[in-house]
């Protein structure tokens, strides 16, 4: 007998009940002649990264444990969930994961001064779904050390030796944890994740097909019974993780399911999870592990197995790489007014010293060396003897640019204005406004085209250049990915052959294709102010990085074009 219409419709548009029924195995299960670790509870409410909150947290110690041996570790928000340390206990005794000691957190509260009045403030949401590296600090600076200070455990500090992991909002939190500190964390547990638009997740699956593939394991667990409420779709969101990390090249495991938004089918799964984390230990997690990535970043910019090298360090403030005909590189120490000069061969010396601050350098057809003497509120031109000479006076600067004619644009942030200085004649205002902090500038290969970096926002802008040297057709032009303090840091630029736009950012490396779209994100060499980069080297496929007290470099896919050089064309972008 057929249902009537109305009934047909209702199973047609109604979901199905999720049955939800998953049972807990054997290894979540005390076992008979398995040993049992120990697990203690501690409060903690000393929190620099998070003030005035108070928590309490759980550390779980296997039987197997030996003082003499660093213990791996695993980090859980939200307490102690899924059966860990059972799970553990039984793993651990057949050798399925290595000895761990579990470190179980809970959220923190900021306690309400009269709590018959008032709430506490609940800091879950915050230190869980937000953005950044402030809850990897957190525990890396602040519970860990707690740990070690009460129980005296000796603790491995390697990444590849911890894992963390957590449900929900303590899901992101994990993923953000290795993300902002692949060093620190470097295998992941997620239960029905929040990569949703609570405080910036829904863009972590942009991000992680742009970003060069970080040493990350990852286990996504969720169901189809998830929430679907107001920040977004749970079950879509983890289903497009998987989907991005697949893509990029990730070490990613999942398994989907059901169920609803709860731990059911998470400890279900748990000890399996556990297993495929650990597998192979201790070889180390690796990026890109089987050469899968399809991003641009892997694929048409950066050279396999090619990582930053270090070339100098020492320095206070490093500034203004700009590579000469040859593709030497020179750079400035800011603090220490040092102009430095990196050979062929990578050997540094000392260029030029009393530079007046110099910042920002770019060399000109004439084969003399530009700068931004700030301090002195100069141009200077440098012969290739280091011999100074004034090219204009009166005006602060940052950063310029030198086309093939010997045209000079420079930047002047804090007065929010852009300097145009036509060869052999005066300068003058060539813009003013619009922009925050505008900070590098840029020719195009075609020089028709020139760029300026705004720290303070989110874009490079773009004008039109005038065959007389004025500008045009001013345009936010560029869209570059914010960190979690919504500036994007962008600083200097530098250009390849392809016209390909190289942006150093908060985030990294950020190149653009001529359309405007951040293609990909490449790395910081190292957690500091990422300055400036260009490219250099005898076939000018290095690229160059000025970041905090060091230079890098690594070599490339591309070829880095030079604005003193004749003007060329390059491919039109795909639209």
């Not at 938004?261 to 230990?281: E, I, Q």
């Not at 990085?545 to 896919?557: L, P, S, W």
Request: glycine share 10%; proline share 6%.
């Amino acid at each position: 007998m057929r249902p009537p219409l109305f009934l047909a419709f209702l199973v047609s548009v109604l979901p199905i009940a999720a049955a939800d029924d998953y049972a807990l195995g054997p290894d979540s299960k005390k076992q008979e002649g398995v040993p049992q670790g120990e697990v203690t509870k501690y409060s903690f409410d000393k929190s620099k990264v998070f003030p005035g909150t108070t928590r309490d947290y759980w550390v779980y110690v296997p039987k197997q444990y030996d003082a003499a041996k660093p213990a791996c570790v695993f980090i859980c928000q939200d307490g102690i969930q899924y059966q860990a340390p059972t799970v553990f206990d039984n793993l651990i005794h057949k050798k399925e994961m290595p000895v761990t000691v579990g470190i179980f957190i809970m959220h923190g509260r900021v306690k309400a001064a009269d709590t018959n009045a008032a709430l506490d403030r609940f800091n879950r949401s915050f230190e869980y779904d937000g953005m950044g590296d402030g809850y990897a600090r957190f525990v890396l600076e602040e519970i860990i050390p707690d740990v070690v200070a009460r129980t005296g455990l000796n603790l491995s500090t390697n990444g590849n030796d911890r894992a963390i992991g957590g449900a929900s909002s303590g899901a992101i939190c994990a993923f953000t944890a290795a993300w902002e500190r692949p060093d620190a964390f470097r295998r992941v547990f997620s239960s029905i994740g929040t990569y949703v638009g609570l405080r910036g997740g829904d863009v972590y699956p942009t991000l992680i097909r742009k970003t060069e593939p970080k040493p990350i394991r990852i286990f996504l667990q969720d169901g189809s019974a998830d929430l679907n409420i107001y920040g977004g779709d749970w079950w879509m969101a983890n289903q497009t993780m998987e989907r991005a990390l697949t893509f990029a090249g990730y070490a990613v495991n999942h398994v989907w399911g059901d169920g609803g938004h709860n731990g059911k089918h998470a400890s279900a799964v748990f000890p399996d999870a556990m297993r495929w984390l650990w597998k192979d230990w201790p070889d180390p997690v690796m990026a890109n592990p089987e050469k899968k990535s399809r991003q641009p970043v892997t694929e048409r910019v950066l050279q396999p197995d090619e990582p930053w090298q270090l070339l100098s360090e020492g320095h206070r403030f490093t500034e203004g790489p700009a590579a000469n005909a040859k593709g030497e590189v020179f750079f400035t120490d800011i603090p220490n007014n040092r102009i430095h000069k990196i050979a062929l061969d990578g050997k540094v010396s000392v260029f030029a010293e009393d530079t007046g601050s110099a910042n920002g350098l770019m060399f000109g057809p004439d084969g003399k060396l530009y700068a931004c003497a700030s301090g002195k509120k100069q141009i200077v031109a440098y012969d290739d003897k280091g011999g100074a000479s004034v090219v204009a006076e009166g005006l602060e600067s940052n950063d310029l640019a030198v086309n093939h004619r010997g045209d000079i644009y420079v930047t002047d942030p804090n007065n929010k204005q852009l300097w145009f200085i036509p060869k052999g004649g005066e300068k003058r205002v060539a813009d003013k406004g619009g922009y925050e902090f505008p900070n590098g500038v840029l020719l195009s290969p075609d020089q028709t085209l020139l760029y300026v970096a705004d720290s303070r926002g989110q874009f490079v802008w773009s004008y039109q250049v005038r065959p007389n040297g004025d500008l045009a057709h001013k345009q936010k032009y560029y869209h570059l990915h914010l960190p979690d303090d919504a500036r994007s840091g962008a600083d200097g630029m530098t250009v390849d052959t392809d016209g390909t736009l190289y942006v150093t950012t908060s985030l990294g490396v950020q190149f653009c294709d001529q359309a405007g779209r951040v293609n990909g994100i490449i790395s910081k060499p190292q957690k500091n102010w990422l300055a400036n980069v260009c490219f250099g080297g005898p076939d000018f496929n290095e690229l160059y990085a000025t970041c905090g007290d060091k230079v890098y470099k690594r070599k490339t896919r591309v070829r880095g074009s030079l604005s003193f050089l004749a003007p060329t064309k390059p491919r039109a972008p795909r639209l």
